[in-house]
């Protein structure tokens, strides 16, 4: 697959990866993906399904915020579809969860015993 300036216009498995890091857009999405994974305790403790749920509730959002910037310029607005991927967004938010999730931070001790031994 080739690089790409804005994310697609349908929802693809691994979209954020495809996005050509020179533009801000796929700056701000790889920011959102590692603030949002952060919150649910980093990527790498997120399972497949949930990391494949983030890629779906970011792609939704931007599509939301594309919508609503077509409202406020008085252009063509579907607010059923609107409606519906809100609902949907909600949904994959719910599922995820709402609340930060802390990180397991090993004590000062276990880190340096890491570092050591890395």
Same mark, same amino acid.
């Given at each position: 697959? +080739? ?5 697609? =216009?349908? @929802? =693809?498995?691994?979209?954020? +990866?495809?996005?050509?890091?020179? !533009?801000?857009? =796929? /700056?701000?999405?790889?920011?959102? !993906?590692?603030? @949002? ?10 399972? !497949?399904? /949930?990391? +494949?749920?983030?890629?779906?509730? #970011?792609? #939704?959002? !931007?599509?939301?915020? /594309?919508?609503?910037? &077509? ?5 063509? @607005? ?5 409606? /519906?991927? =809100?609902? &949907?967004?909600?949904?994959? #938010? ?17 880190? #340096? ?6």
């Amino acid at each position: 697959m +080739s690089k790409t300036q804005a994310p697609p =216009a349908k @929802f =693809a498995q691994g979209w954020i +990866s495809e996005l050509d890091g020179r !533009y801000a857009v =796929a /700056q701000v999405m790889r920011e959102r !993906y590692r603030a @949002f994974t952060d919150d649910l305790g980093g990527a790498d403790c997120l399972s !497949y399904a /949930q990391r +494949s749920l983030v890629e779906r509730a #970011l792609w #939704l959002e !931007y599509w939301l915020a /594309q919508q609503e910037q &077509s409202l406020a310029k008085g252009q063509d @607005f579907d607010i059923a579809r609107w409606t /519906q991927a =809100a609902n &949907s967004l909600q949904g994959i #938010l719910t599922k995820l969860g709402l609340n930060r999730v802390a990180k397991d931070v090993p004590d000062l001790h276990t880190y #340096l015993k890491q570092r050591a031994t890395a």
